[in-house]
């Protein structure tokens, strides 16, 4: 397998990893906000659950800012550098 393909698979494996760690983590705050609101949460139990909240609240915000934000951006152009290099080395 050449240098090329193995980067290019890499790069594939990493974008699925990220998209369904994403996929789960979204899912479970939908879940467990769901799970929260219709269900009775005993009073010790109703701390944990905010702070899993909070976290996974936390955490998708980060995805979003990823997806929509500057870090997109930037990957964006670092793969049109990529490009432009590949094409200057032909």
């Known amino acids: 397998m050449r240098e090329v393909e193995r980067v290019s698979l890499r790069n594939m494996i990493g974008a699925y990893t990220q998209n369904i760690a994403a996929m789960v983590v979204i899912g479970s705050l939908v879940s467990l906000s769901f799970i ?13 659950a905010m702070m899993l909240i909070g976290a996974l609240i936390t955490i998708v915000v980060n995805i979003f800012g990823y997806w929509f934000g500057s870090s997109q951006g930037s990957a964006n152009k670092e793969a049109q550098l990529n ?8």
């Open 83 to 90: 490009e432009v290099m590949k094409l200057i080395k032909n």
């Open 36 to 48: 929260a609101f219709f269900t009775k949460i005993e009073i010790p139990n109703r701390d944990i």
